[in-house]
């Protein structure tokens, strides 16, 4: 599997469990609430970890090196 996929899947358990906290909270089932909150933030994290490095940023110019293009015309 590609770190984008395993990515998304930690994410995606990661939301499930932010869900089952936000349901269980109301009821005063606080100790699973919380236990799945603080799960939820870990796979959140471990996510981002993975999905940052991996990033492809678009090839070409900068957006800023057009707007200092038009500047440079407009003076």
Excluded: H
């Excluded at 939301?15 to 796979?43: K, Q």
């Excluded at 490095?53 to 707007?67: C, F, L, M, N, Q």
């Amino acid at each position: 599997m590609s770190d984008a996929v395993v990515a998304n899947v930690l994410f995606g358990v990661g939301f499930v469990l932010m869900i089952l906290s936000m349901v269980l909270g109301p009821f005063e089932i606080t100790r699973w609430a919380v236990l799945s909150a603080c799960l939820a933030c870990c796979f959140a994290l471990g996510a981002a970890a993975i999905a940052f490095p991996t990033w492809e940023e678009p090839k070409g110019e900068r957006p800023d090196a057009e707007k200092e293009k038009r500047d440079d015309l407009n003076k």
